[in-house]
C-alpha cells in the first residue's frame, strides 16, 4: 500500500500465540489431496476441498538447547512466536531456493500433516500436489519423492513449478507463449513458456530477492538513523518494504523529484518508533537493582538459617551424649558413642568439637548477611538524594518534585516571617519592641528591690525569655541545612525531569521514510545498486527475448505476466511496461498483466491441479511409476518442469 503524505505509520511487529495454534480436526478420507506450496519462506497447505489454504506459517524451525546438554527445544512454523528474538537460531531446509536439507523438511512436514489432521497407521494415505523451484535437479526431487512415498506413505504424488500454477490460476496455460517474471524470497526468475510447457534452457534466474531488498532497506535507515539501529531489527524493515515502498515508471525522474524539498515534505512517510527501555530513570533502576540484592540476600540467609537449625539438632544430640560422659555414666556413654558409630571418646570429642565449630560459623554467616541486608537498605535509601529519594516510594518525579518545592517554599515562608519580626524588633515604636522593653523594665525593677532572684525556677519564666531573646529569631542550623538540602534537591532532579522530558520528546518524534521508499524497490532492475553484479530484471527480460527470433519474441511479449510475492510493490506492472516499451521496436504491441493475489495464486493453482487431475495420473507420479523408473522420475504438465532423468 502506498500512504498518504503526513501520515503517521506504527510497527505493527508481528507475534504468534503459540495457544491459538490450530489444528484441524482427523481426517482418514484417502481420496483428497494435500496441496502444498513449499515457499522458501512462507509455506502454505490444506485440503484440494478447501476454498483457501488451512495453514500458513513461516518455512523454518528454530533448534536451541534446554537447560541439559542433551534436551533439545525444537519449534517450527507458527510456534515461533517471534522470528527476531530467535533470528540467529532459525534453521531452513533451503539453500537460495532448493531443498537440500531434508532433515529439517522432514519436520516441516510432520508439523504440516499433524495440524492437517492426517491420520494414519504410520502414513498418511492420501495423494499430494506440492510445488517446486524452476529447473530443479533431479537428486532434489529423488529424495522428496523418496521421503513422501516411502516414509509418508502417500499414495501418488505430483510436482508444478510454483510460478506456473500461478500462471495456469489466471490464465488458461494450454497451449499458451507468455513470459513469466516471478521474484521470491531469494531469487528472481524470468521463465519463457512456448505451447504451454517452459523452455527450460532459456530461463533465467537472478540470486535477488526479497530478503535482500530488506537488508539494504535496514542497511540504508542505519546509516541515516544510527541511534536507532536497535529498534529497526530485520523483520521491521520487511514490514517497512512490504507496507510502504513501491517502485517508480523511471527512477531517473524519481529521483529528480525526490530532489525537490517541497514534493519530498509531501511524500514522506513518518514512522512512529518504538518505546525505548532506555528512557527508564537511572534512580529507579539503581532502586530496583537494591531491592532485588536484598531479595537475594534475604533468601541466602533465609537457607542459612534453615541449615543452622538442622546442625544444631545434630549438635544437641552430641552434646546430649557429652553430658553422660560429664556426668560419669560411662557405660551408657560407651553404649551410645557406640550407637553413633565412634569407636572412641577421642574420636566423639572431635566430632563435637568440629560441630560446635560448623554452627558458629553458620551463625557468622548469617551475621554477615544480615549486616549486608541492612547496608543494602541504607544503601537504598541514600540512593539519588538522601532521605526524601527513600520517601519518594512509587510517585513519579514530576510530583515528587512539587511536594519538595512545597517544602522549600514552606521554610523559606517560615523565614520570611522571623525576618520581619526582626525588622520590627528594630524599630523603637513598634508594638514588638514596646512589649520587649516592658518585660526588660519589671525583671529590671525586681532586682532593684534586693529581692533573692529566683528567675528561671518557673516555666512561666523561660516563656518570657522567649519573648525578650534575640536569639529566636535566627535561623537554626538543622533548618539551613534542611534548606541546602532540597535546593540541592531540586537543581539535581530537575535537570533530570528536564532531560527526561527531552529524550520522550525526542522518542515521540518520527522517522521520515522518503526517498528509501523507491530506492529499495529498484535494486531488482538495479542490482549494482546493493554491489551485486547482476543484470537487472529488464535487462534479463531483454536478454531472453533475444535468444528467440522477432516471431516468438511478439508472441511471448502478449502474454508478461508477473507473480511472486516480492513484485507486489505498487507500480511493478508500469515499470515493467516502461522497460519493455524502451527495449522493443517502435509500434511493437505488448501486454502485462499482474497476478490476482500474488501471495497464494500458486497455492490455488496447485489446487487447481488438483481438482482436475484427481480422478486420472496424467499429472502424478504413482508408486508403480516410482519402482519402475526411479525416483528423480517427473511426470511433465503444463505446469511442471522438464522430465532430464536417465
Known amino acids: 500500500m502506498i500512504m498518504e503524505a503526513d501520515s503517521v505509520y506504527q510497527f505493527q511487529d508481528y507475534y504468534i500465540d503459540r495457544e491459538k495454534d490450530v489444528f484441524l480436526p482427523n481426517c482418514s478420507n484417502t481420496d483428497v489431496p494435500i496441496v502444498i506450496d513449499n ?16 495453514l500458513i506459517f513461516p518455512n523454518c524451525i528454530v533448534k536451541h538447547k534446554g537447560r541439559k546438554d542433551t534436551q533439545e527445544i525444537q519449534w517450527i512454523g507458527n510456534e515461533i512466536s517471534n522470528i527476531e528474538t530467535s533470528r540467529f537460531q532459525l534453521r531452513s531446509q533451503f539453500d537460495r531456493n532448493i531443498v537440500v536439507n531434508f532433515e529439517i523438511q522432514e519436520h516441516i512436514f510432520d508439523y504440516i500433516f499433524s495440524h492437517l489432521g492426517v491420520t494414519g497407521d504410520g502414513a498418511i494415505g492420501c495423494p499430494v500436489v506440492m510445488t517446486e523451484p ?94 536507532l539501529a536497535i529498534g529497526l531489527t530485520l523483520s521491521r524493515c520487511e514490514e517497512l518494504l512490504h507496507n510502504l515502498c513501491h517502485v517508480t515508471g523511471n527512477y531517473q525522474e524519481g529521483l529528480q523529484q525526490w530532489a525537490d524539498d517541497r514534493f519530498a515534505r509531501e511524500n514522506n512517510v513518518s514512522v512512529q518508533l518504538p518505546a525505548l527501555d532506555a528512557l527508564a530513570p537511572v534512580a529507579e533502576k539503581k532502586e530496583k537493582k537494591c531491592q532485588n540484592m536484598k531479595r537475594l540476600l534475604e533468601h541466602h540467609s533465609k537457607r542459612r538459617q534453615e541449615k543452622l537449625v538442622l546442625e544444631q539438632r545434630k549438635l544437641s544430640k552430641l552434646q546430649t551424649v557429652q553430658h553422660l560422659l560429664d556426668n560419669d555414666d560411662l557405660v551408657t556413654f560407651k553404649r551410645e558413642i557406640e550407637g553413633l558409630g565412634y569407636q572412641s571418646a577421642d574420636e566423639f570429642s572431635a566430632v563435637l568439637n568440629k560441630q560446635i565449630e560448623i554452627v558458629q560459623n553458620i551463625q557468622d554467616k548469617i551475621m554477615q548477611l544480615e549486616s549486608k541486608i541492612n547496608s543494602t537498605d541504607e544503601g537504598g535509601q541514600s540512593t539519588g538524594s538522601g532521605k526524601h529519594h527513600s520517601a519518594r516510594g512509587g510517585v513519579p518525579l514530576d510530583e515528587w518534585l512539587q511536594q519538595v518545592r512545597n517544602e522549600r ?54 516563656n518570657i525569655y522567649r519573648k525578650v531573646s534575640r536569639d529566636r529569631d535566627s535561623d537554626s542550623e538543622q533548618e539551613l541545612d534542611k534548606l541546602a538540602e532540597l535546593e540541592s534537591i531540586l537543581n539535581k532532579n530537575t535537570q533530570r525531569l528536564k532531560t527526561i ?22 535494486i531488482l532492475f ?42 507486489s510493490f505498487p507500480g511493478m506492472a508500469e515499470r515493467i511496461r516502461h522497460d519493455l516499451q524502451a527495449a522493443r521496436p517502435f509500434q511493437s504491441t505488448f501486454n502485462v498483466t499482474s497476478a490476482g493475489d500474488r501471495l497464494l495464486d500458486s497455492w490455488y493453482g496447485a489446487n487447481n491441479i488438483a481438482k482436475l487431475a484427481a480422478d486420472n495420473n496424467d499429472c502424478f507420479i504413482t508408486r508403480q511409476d516410482y519402482a519402475e523408473k526411479g525416483g528423480d522420475y517427473l511426470k511433465e504438465h503444463s505446469c511442471s518442469n522438464l522430465n532430464f532423468s536417465v
Open 526 to 567: 538495479q542490482p549494482s545498486m546493493m554491489g551485486v553484479d547482476h543484470a537487472g530484471i529488464s535487462e534479463v527480460v531483454e536478454s531472453v527475448l533475444q535468444c528467440y527470433p522477432p516471431d516468438i519474441q511478439n508472441r511471448l511479449v502478449q502474454n508478461v505476466f508477473i507473480t511472486g510475492g516480492n513484485l
Open 501 to 522: 522530558d527531552s529524550k520522550q520528546t525526542q522518542s515521540m518524534k518520527y522517522m521520515p521514510l522518503g526517498l528509501e521508499r523507491i530506492r529499495v524497490p529498484e
Open 39 to 54: 515457499g522458501s519462506w512462507r509455506c502454505r497447505a490444506g485440503w484440494s476441498n478447501s476454498e483457501q489454504p488451512d
Open 409 to 462: 517554599d514552606n521554610i523559606l515562608d517560615r523565614r520570611t516571617k522571623r525576618q520581619k519580626v526582626k525588622t520590627e524588633m528594630s524599630k523603637r515604636r513598634s508594638r514588638a519592641s514596646q512589649e520587649r522593653m516592658r518585660i526588660l523594665t519589671q525583671l529590671a525593677a525586681g532586682k532593684a528591690t534586693g529581692k533573692f532572684d529566683t528567675f528561671g525556677q518557673n516555666d512561666d519564666d523561660w
Open 134 to 227: 524452476v529447473c530443479n535437479p533431479p537428486h532434489c526431487r529423488q529424495l522428496m519423492s523418496e521421503m513422501l512415498l516411502e516414509c509418508y506413505g502417500a499414495t501418488k504424488i505430483c510436482y508444478g513449478i510454483d510460478s506456473l500454477t500461478s500462471l495456469q490460476h489466471n490464465i488458461n496455460t494450454a497451449n499458451i507463449d507468455a513470459l513469466v517474471i516471478s521474484s521470491g524470497f531469494q531469487t528472481t526468475h524470468v521463465i519463457p513458456v512456448l505451447g504451454g510447457t517452459i523452455d527450460s534452457p532459456m530461463t533465467k534466474r537472478i540470486n535477488m530477492g526479497g530478503l535482500h531488498c530488506a537488508i539494504y532497506l535496514q542497511k540504508l535507515l542505519h546509516l541515516r538513523h544510527p541511534a
